[in-house]
């Protein structure tokens, strides 16, 4: 049986079919796969060593930073700046941007990662799966000036890589240079990434829908139109599953099919998720694996985001359920149907 394909491998093999590139690309991808495994050991491990619990700090986000939260955003912040490749990161655990490179200016570098070190921390203290979001955009300044915050503000259009890892039963890569979706496992007993999951691609149909119940009740009318839909489905299958934990959601739902959403609420009028480090990325995945990714108006990756932290409604998933629920919109709570008649792709 030949050797599954390591990840090195898989992306030194994509660098060769872009002969100009200058591999800075392949060692930043390179850079995100070690800082994973590291990340990873302390997530396996979390129950076992001091790293449980809240850090005593609270991030930009108001939220309790968890002892893993911070480890995550220092392992990731001190791999990716020590390569060449990266002028700057935008964090979830950080109020600002970080410039790299000598003076902190941002100088040198082709790459901006904008990351969300530890999504669903919530989860860490009850053995929950946990991920990393992570999207790539090239700079906009020239090379030799320092970073301005338009290098950071960038749509998801212009991302040139995009992934998550997800800590769970096993650890996962999954990542998209516009070329597909491909999987990568890590085999923890010789610490490597292999190949397991190419190409990846929504299935068809999907039956499952994924929103916070009590969140549900505070959205708007096409959304709950939409979800009692689901719910009246359950002849057809239709299930509800919620991890709390939206790498883990939205991977079970690329899987199995299904469609997550984190609405627009009348207490958050933006939702909850972050555009920049959380929906572009997965976004982009999403319609690279046949899926839709759309706010209250339209395409995620049309979005120009205004600020860091920026936050959006969200509705990603498999292609017939997201445009099931931009019928709910365009037609009223009476459309639902899990075939919407026509394209409603926007
Ligand atoms: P709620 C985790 O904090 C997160 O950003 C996503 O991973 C998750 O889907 C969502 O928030 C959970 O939010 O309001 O349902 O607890």
Redesign the pocket.
């Known amino acids: 049986m030949s050797k599954a394909q390591t990840l090195g491998e898989f992306i030194m093999d994509r660098q060769a079919e872009f002969p100009f590139v200058s591999g800075q690309l392949t060692r930043l991808l390179t850079d995100i796969g070690v800082a994973a495994k590291i990340v990873n050991q302390k997530v396996n491990r979390a129950g076992l060593t001091s790293i449980l619990g809240a850090s005593g700090d609270t991030n930009i986000q108001d939220?309790q930073q968890q002892k893993l939260d911070v480890f995550a955003d220092d392992t990731f912040m001190r791999i990716l700046s020590s390569g060449k490749s990266v002028c700057g990161i935008g964090s979830e655990e950080r109020d600002d941007f970080v410039r790299c490179g000598e003076h902190g200016e941002g100088r040198q570098g082709k790459y901006i990662v904008l990351i969300?070190p530890l999504?669903?921390?919530?989860?860490i203290d009850v053995n929950v799966s946990?991920?990393t979001i992570f999207s790539i955009v090239r700079r906009i300044t020239p090379m030799g000036e320092p970073l301005g915050e338009g290098d950071f503000l960038q749509p998801g259009t212009a991302q040139v890589a995009a992934g998550y890892i997800l800590y769970g039963s096993s650890t996962m890569l999954v990542y998209t240079t516009g070329t597909g979706v491909n999987g990568f496992t890590l085999d923890p007993a010789v610490g490597e990434f292999f190949l397991s999951h190419p190409l990846m691609i929504f299935p068809e149909r999907g039956a499952t829908y994924?929103?916070?119940d009590?969140?549900k009740a505070k959205s708007g009318p096409a959304t709950q139109a939409f979800i009692d839909g689901c719910r009246e489905a359950v002849d057809a299958g239709f299930r509800g599953r919620?991890?709390?934990?939206?790498?883990?959601?939205f991977h079970r739902n690329l899987i199995h099919g299904g469609i997550?959403l984190?609405p627009s609420t009348t207490d958050k009028a933006h939702g909850?998720?972050?555009l920049l480090y959380?929906c572009s990325p997965l976004a982009w995945i999403a319609e690279e694996a046949g899926g839709l990714a759309v706010d209250d108006r339209g395409r995620i990756l049309d979005k120009v985001p205004a600020a860091l932290h920026e936050r959006t409604p969200y509705y990603v998933g498999t292609r017939h359920l997201v445009q099931a629920l931009m019928a709910c919109r365009l037609a009223g709570p009476g459309a639902f149907s899990m075939d919407p008649q026509g394209d409603k792709s926007p």
């Open positions: 939220e969300d999504d669903g921390s919530s989860n946990i991920g994924s929103i916070n009590a969140v919620y991890i709390g934990s939206l790498v883990a959601d997550y984190y909850k998720l972050r959380e």
